[in-house]
């Protein structure tokens, strides 16, 4: 077997790119090993098959995640209304930007009619299961309203922001930036609004 420097992670970075390209069901190893610029035989070294690969993703995926909600596990629905734009912004945005191949992936097959538990749903089920102990013993607390409010008011409208940006902004003919202020505007006023009313 050749000596490849972080051929694991050329690998997987390769096979985001390609599934993001050509859907999961699309892809084959010879362009994987192609946009990676590795043997065939090298990926069969790390991973079984497609599906392998994509599991590590996914799986590599929420570890980063499930650290990254670490900030905000403190957070009362009040600090949250204050700071859902600042956070998006300031940390929230680097992890989407640099897992924005993986996350069209895990839209696309979410959206599958035959699969049984989309991935999304594991994701909004951290982001709620990161909610700390004074707000799951509130009275008000709902469980099944917090997966709604986050997943249909902030998920999903984030991962769909940085999925088009480039191509909304093209179409509209609008500037990124101007784009990204009113997005900002638009989610403190739904998703930030929400936390503010269930303070």
């Not at 599906?51 to 403190?74: H, P």
């Not at 209304?81 to 600042?86: G, N, R």
């Not at 984030?158 to 989610?187: G, T």
């Amino acid at each position: 077997m050749p000596n490849i420097p972080d051929a694991r992670a050329r690998i997987l970075n390769a096979a985001s790119k390609v599934f993001a390209k050509k859907s999961f069901a699309g892809s084959r190893i010879d362009e994987i090993a192609k946009t990676a610029n590795v043997p065939k035989s090298l990926i069969y070294y790390h991973f079984k098959n497609k599906d392998d690969m994509l599991d590590v993703l996914i799986s590599d995926f929420m570890t980063e995640f499930r650290q990254l909600l670490q900030i905000s596990i403190n957070d009362s629905h009040k600090d949250k209304s204050k700071t859902v734009a600042y956070k998006l912004e300031k940390h929230y945005s680097k992890f989407i930007k640099k897992n924005v191949d993986l996350i069209r992936i895990i839209l696309i097959e979410s959206l599958k009619k035959d699969t049984e538990v989309p991935s999304i749903f594991q994701i909004v089920g951290e982001l709620v299961n990161n909610d700390n102990e004074e707000m799951k013993t509130s009275s008000s607390y709902d469980l099944n309203e917090r997966l709604i409010a986050e997943f249909f008011t902030s998920l999903v409208p984030i991962y769909s922001f940085f999925c088009f940006e480039e191509k909304w902004c093209d179409y509209f003919d609008i500037e990124q930036e101007c784009f990204k202020k009113l997005f900002i505007n638009v989610y403190n006023a739904t998703h930030g609004a929400y936390h503010e009313n269930h303070d």
